[in-house]
């Protein structure tokens, strides 16, 4: 069964390092998202992304925040300088379309845990 | 702001007793979405729910959502330890844009 993955599954970095966390969405799926769950708390959506470029973003995903299809297949989560709260399990999830329709299925990524020192 | 709202926040109960979960909201969703999800790993859809005052079963899951679609609850009939887990509602004013509860710890006993 076609799956979301993402490396690395832990990530550790220093306080004002860059990370870009990667995401192979599933192959004929058009919406990206991006979402993070700090230890403890709920799940919170970051961005969305259709058609190369970003449908929708929150109000935590600020100018430290990108993220980019580079080619076919990778969906990548850039931070360009990490801070001590950024530390967070980041999942990835992709659906096929969007629509009214409910059988349509976000799937999520086991996600990568972001450990900024 | 706490768009969604579960309750409880835990729950612990004997195998084969019922239970029912809530999700509300003073926003109204165009979906909203019951997930399950796993220590360490990614929340795994359960239903999907568009049509106020729909109701979807799922074996011994039944989710209904409200008729002016701003709340959701899951019941789960006769609860057996392989449903202990962390249970999430998440609603979408579009499909771009999900908003998460802060989920319902369940445990199950033997």
């Known amino acids: 069964e076609p799956e979301v993955t993402q490396t690395p599954s832990h990530q550790v970095t220093q306080m004002g390092q860059e990370v870009i966390l990667r995401c192979v969405p599933i192959?004929?799926?058009?919406?990206f998202y991006w979402y993070r769950q700090i230890l403890g708390q709920k799940v919170e959506f970051l961005v969305s992304?259709?058609?190369?470029?970003?449908?929708?973003k929150s109000e935590i995903f600020d100018d430290q925040f990108s993220v980019e299809r580079p080619d076919g297949s990778n969906f990548t989560l850039k931070i360009r300088s990490t801070k001590l709260e950024d530390s967070a399990m980041y999942f990835c999830?992709?659906?096929?379309?969007?629509?009214?329709?409910?059988?349509?299925?976000?799937?999520f990524g086991p996600g990568t845990r972001l450990t900024v020192l | 702001t706490q768009l969604l709202e579960q309750s409880p926040q835990f729950l612990s109960i004997q195998e084969g007793e019922n239970l029912t979960v809530y999700c509300n909201s003073s926003?109204?969703?165009?979906?909203l979405q019951w997930y399950r999800q796993e220590p360490g790993e990614g929340p795994v859809l359960l239903v999907t729910?568009?049509?106020?005052?729909e109701v979807k079963k799922l074996k011994r899951l039944t989710f209904q959502f409200g008729d002016a679609r701003k709340d959701s609850s899951l019941h789960i009939t006769a609860a057996q330890p392989g449903d202990t887990g962390l249970y999430l509602c998440a609603g979408a004013r579009n499909f771009n844009k999900f908003y998460f509860g802060s989920g319902t710890k369940l445990n199950v006993k033997p």
């Open positions: 729910v568009v049509t106020g005052g």
């Open positions: 926003s109204v969703f165009s979906s």
């Open positions: 992304f259709y058609n190369n470029e970003i449908s929708e």
């Open positions: 999830a992709s659906r096929r379309e969007a629509g009214s329709g409910s059988t349509d299925t976000q799937y």
């Open positions: 192959s004929n799926h058009l919406y």
